[in-house]
C-alpha cells in the first residue's frame, strides 16, 4: 500500500515511510545517495583508530597491560597526538608494541581547510579511512566587549543569563577567557555524528545526501583533534553538524564521554552539546548516560500537523510525546533545554500566529529559544525564504514580552563558505556546503545560555 518505501532507523524503531514522506515543494521524492538503504552496514576501521577507547582498552585487557596504562595514554595523546610513546615515563614496551602494530593516530585526513572572509569561522573537510567525507566547523567569538554595549541587538534578550555550572545553575564564579563569562575571544566546534541524514528535514542541505554511513566514535573525536591541531582548543563542542546524533546515539555517548574525561580532554560537561530533532527513547536515555551535557532541541513548529511536514520524523514522535520527553529530561537532569527554530518564510512557520502557539506550548519551561532565519541553500528545491526582519522581531516580541520566555537570534557565521545554518553537504567528491544547525547568537554561545 505504500509503494517504493524507504525504512528509518528512529532510536530503536524501524518505521516504514513513504517516499512522498520525505517530498519537499518541488521535489518528486528525497534525494538520496544511489546506494542509501535506510540502514548503513556497519563500518570496522582497519588499521583501527588509537582514539577509539573500547577498542585500545579491550587490547590492553588481552595483553594482560595494567588500565592505569590507559588514562595515562589518553592524557598525553590529548596534549600531543603524536607523541612519541618512548616519551610516556613508564609506559609498558608491551603497549607500545602493541599500539605501534594494531592501531594509527588518525584514521582520517583534512583534506581542505577554508576560512570565512572576517576571520571567525573555519570549515574542515575531512576524508575518512573508507574514502567518505564529513564537515567540522570551528567557531570563533569574541565576547571582549561584553559589558562595554557591543552586544548587540540580538543579543538583549536572555542578557541576564550568562554562565551556568554543570547542574545548569546561575553561576557566580569569576570567569576568564575559555573558561566562560566575559573577555576574550573563545572557539566553538561543530562536529559531525553521520555521513548525511536521513531524518529529511525540508529546509536542510545535508537531508539531501541520504544516510551514508555512521560515525564511529573514534572518527568523533578525531573532528576534535583536526580542530585543535589548527585553531586554539575549543570550549565548546555542538552536535550540531552532519546527521542525527540520537540515531548514532552509542557511538556520540562513548566520543562524549573521551571529550568530558577529567585526565583526556576535560571539556566542561555543559559546553558539550547534543543537538537531535527529537528521538524520544533517546533523549531519556540521554539524561542517565550523560548528566550535565546540554541537550538542544530542534523543534521547528509549534503545532503536530505543520510539524510533520518541516520535520518527516515527526510522524513517529508525535509533539505531545516529545514535549513530555523533554519534561522527563528537566526532571531528572534539573537542566534548561536549548530550543532550536528555524524561521522559514514566506509565513511558512514565522507568524505571529505561530509566535503565540509557540509560547503556548512552551510558556513555563526551562527552555531558551533560539530562533534562526532560514538560509539560502546553493541547492535546488528548496522553497523558503528568509523572514523579513519586522517578522523576526515581531517573533521574539511575543516569545520574550507576552509568554516570558528566553529568547535570542542566532549570528551567522561562514555563510560565505558554505558553513552557516543548514549548509553542511558534500556534493561528488567536495565539500559544498557547510554545518546544519550551527551555533552562535551574536557573540553569545550556548552554554552560556544554559
Known amino acids: 500500500p505504500f509503494g517504493r518505501a524507504a525504512i528509518l532507523t528512529l532510536g530503536d524503531r524501524r518505521i516504514r515511510r513513504h517516499r512522498g514522506a520525505y517530498a519537499r515543494p518541488g521535489l518528486t521524492q528525497r534525494?538520496?545517495?544511489?546506494?542509501?538503504?535506510?540502514?548503513?552496514?556497519?563500518?570496522?576501521?582497519?588499521?583501527?583508530?588509537?582514539?577509539?577507547?573500547?577498542?585500545?582498552?579491550?587490547?590492553?585487557?588481552?595483553?594482560?597491560?595494567?588500565?592505569?596504562?590507559?588514562?595515562?595514554?589518553?592524557?598525553?595523546?590529548?596534549?600531543?597526538?603524536?607523541?612519541?610513546?618512548?616519551?610516556?615515563?613508564?609506559?609498558?614496551?608491551?603497549a607500545k608494541r602493541l599500539l605501534d602494530g594494531e592501531f594509527v593516530r588518525m584514521t582520517s585526513t583534512c583534506k581542505s581547510v577554508k576560512r570565512s572572509a572576517d576571520g571567525e569561522t573555519t570549515k574542515l573537510l575531512?576524508?575518512?579511512?573508507?574514502?567518505?567525507?564529513?564537515?567540522?566547523?570551528?567557531?570563533m567569538y569574541d565576547t571582549t566587549k561584553r559589558g562595554e554595549g557591543g552586544r548587540g541587538e540580538t543579543q538583549q534578550l536572555g542578557d541576564d543569563v550568562d554562565d551556568w555550572d554543570e547542574a545548569g545553575h546561575a553561576s557566580s564564579a569569576p570567569s576568564t577567557s575559555g573558561k566562560g563569562g566575559t573577555g576574550g575571544k573563545r572557539y566553538t566546534l561543530c562536529v559531525s555524528s553521520e555521513v548525511g541524514c536521513q531524518m529529511g528535514c525540508t529546509f536542510c542541505a545535508t537531508g539531501t545526501m541520504g544516510l551514508q554511513a555512521d560515525l564511529t566514535s573514534a572518527e568523533i573525536v578525531e573532528?576534535?583533534?583536526?580542530?585543535?591541531?589548527?585553531?586554539?582548543?575549543?570550549?565548546?563542542?555542538?552536535?550540531?553538524?552532519?546527521?542525527?546524533?540520537?540515531?548514532?546515539?552509542?557511538?556520540?555517548?562513548?566520543?562524549?564521554?573521551l571529550m568530558i574525561d577529567g585526565a583526556v580532554f576535560a571539556m566542561r560537561r555543559q559546553c558539550v552539546t547534543l543537538s537531535t530533532v527529537g528521538v524520544i527513547p533517546r533523549i531519556k536515555q540521554m539524561a542517565s548516560d550523560l548528566p550535565g551535557v546540554s541537550l538542544a532541541l530542534s523543534l521547528h513548529a509549534p503545532t503536530q500537523e505543520l510539524r510533520q511536514k518541516i520535520v518527516p520524523s515527526a510522524r513517529a514522535y508525535k509533539l505531545d510525546r516529545l514535549i513530555d520527553a523533554i519534561d522527563y529530561y528537566q526532571e531528572r537532569t534539573k537542566q534548561k533545554v536549548f530550543v532550536e527554530y528555524v524561521l522559514l518564510g514566506p509565513d511558512f512557520n514565522c507568524t505571529s500566529d505561530h509566535a503565540h502557539q509557540l509560547g503556548q506550548l512552551l510558556r513555563g519551561k526551562e527552555v531558551v529559544v533560539n530562533v534562526i532565519p532560514w538560509n539560502p541553500i546553493l541547492s535546488p528545491g528548496f522553497p523558503y525564504e528568509a523572514p523579513p526582519a519586522g517578522e523576526i522581531d515581531e517573533f521574539?516580541?511575543?516569545?520574550?514580552?507576552?509568554?516570558?520566555?528566553?529568547?535570542?537570534?542566532?549570528?551567522?557565521?561562514?555563510?560565505?563558505?558554505?558553513?552557516?545554518?543548514?549548509?553542511?553537504?558534500?556534493?561528488?567528491?567536495?565539500?559544498?556546503?557547510?554545518?546544519?544547525?550551527m551555533n552562535g547568537d551574536g557573540g553569545k554561545e550556548i552554554e552560556d545560555l544554559l
Open 223 to 257: 573532528q576534535l583533534v583536526h580542530a585543535r591541531l589548527r585553531a586554539t582548543p575549543p570550549r565548546n563542542i555542538v552536535f550540531m553538524g552532519m546527521g542525527e546524533p540520537m540515531n548514532n546515539y552509542e557511538q556520540v555517548r562513548r566520543a562524549i564521554s
Open 396 to 437: 521574539l516580541r511575543i516569545l520574550c514580552i507576552e509568554y516570558g520566555l528566553l529568547a535570542t537570534v542566532r549570528q551567522e557565521k561562514g555563510q560565505d563558505v558554505g558553513a552557516a545554518c543548514g549548509q553542511l553537504v558534500i556534493s561528488n567528491g567536495g565539500g559544498s556546503g557547510g554545518g546544519e544547525r
Open 31 to 94: 534525494p538520496t545517495d544511489p546506494g542509501f538503504t535506510g540502514m548503513p552496514k556497519k563500518r570496522i576501521l582497519s588499521p583501527k583508530s588509537i582514539w577509539d577507547v573500547e577498542q585500545v582498552s579491550e587490547a590492553f585487557r588481552s595483553a594482560d597491560i595494567k588500565d592505569v596504562h590507559i588514562k595515562k595514554l589518553y592524557g598525553r595523546l590529548a596534549k600531543d597526538p603524536y607523541v612519541d610513546l618512548d616519551d610516556i615515563d613508564g609506559f609498558p614496551e608491551s
Open 126 to 139: 575531512i576524508e575518512l579511512q573508507d574514502g567518505k567525507s564529513i564537515e567540522a566547523v570551528i567557531m
